[in-house]
């Protein structure tokens, strides 16, 4: 599907990803609908989304509130043909330390918020007998990370969410694409409390994420990593998992040891 003049809304598209994705699609001549909790953000957005956007402020994690921020969104710009369900938050540190009020938040936002948006459209979507989801995963979601371990949880949450319902929903005409990014260059980190510190793998801009993901829709590619080179070390853990786990140690070397210490 040709994301020009289609209608394309984005969740968590005050900035970051998700703001690189509405950019990207209007730029190639989408009308485009973006989603966050942040008002103010979202305007300034919406004043480069080329006169073709509009804005609904949501807590993605609140069902009810996602289901009117897409309906708004479709009574200003028409029936929605593509959903990139982008809003998502971290958590980093050790498991042992981890609160369960941030194990449920991420729960609520990454995998909850997820599967409400798309609750929300597939029935028209299967009406019309065409649409696209797409969900950004993240290397995450195929390759446990440590000390991100509950976001890791909900980020394989997706793969299996978008694996089965991509051959649910294929008799429709719907597509539906995972782009699984690794470190991006965005407030991630920032807003988790910890920003990215590591000197590999290297964040990519967030505009490759977004190029990735309309290449995604318009090639209707099931799952997508940014950068690509992520693919082979996701079948590495496949076929040689005792080799992956042993990379991991090593590449954690110094973050284990530091937790050991503590404890
Ligand atoms: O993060 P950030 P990214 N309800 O923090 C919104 C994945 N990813 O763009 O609500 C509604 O700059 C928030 O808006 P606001 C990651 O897991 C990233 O990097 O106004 N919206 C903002 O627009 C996530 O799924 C990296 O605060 C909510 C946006 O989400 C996606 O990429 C690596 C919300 C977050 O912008 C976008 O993250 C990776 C809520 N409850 C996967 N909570 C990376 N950056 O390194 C947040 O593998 N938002």
Redesign the pocket.
Known sequence: MRVRDKTVFV??????????VAIAAAARGARVGV????GN??DAVLTRLEGRGATAV?????ASA?SAALQTLAGELGPVDVLV??????AYGPFADIEPEEIE?LV???VL?TIHAIREVLPGMIARRRGHIV???????RIGSPFEAV?SA??FAGVGLTEALAVEVEPYGIGVSIV?????????????GHP?DRERPK?VP?ED?ADAVVDAIEKNKREVYVPRSFGAAVAIRHLVPGLLRWGTRRSFRKELAADKATR
């Open positions: 969740t968590g598209a005050s900035r970051g990803i998700g703001a690189a989603i966050a909790r942040s953000d979202l949501a807590d993605v994690s609140d996602v369900v982008n809003a998502g938050i971290g938040r609520q936002v990454n918020g969900t950004i995963g993240s290397i995450a979601g976001y909900t980020k699984n990014p690794g470190p991006v260059e965005t407030n991630f980190g920032a807003a988790r990215y964040p967030a994420v």
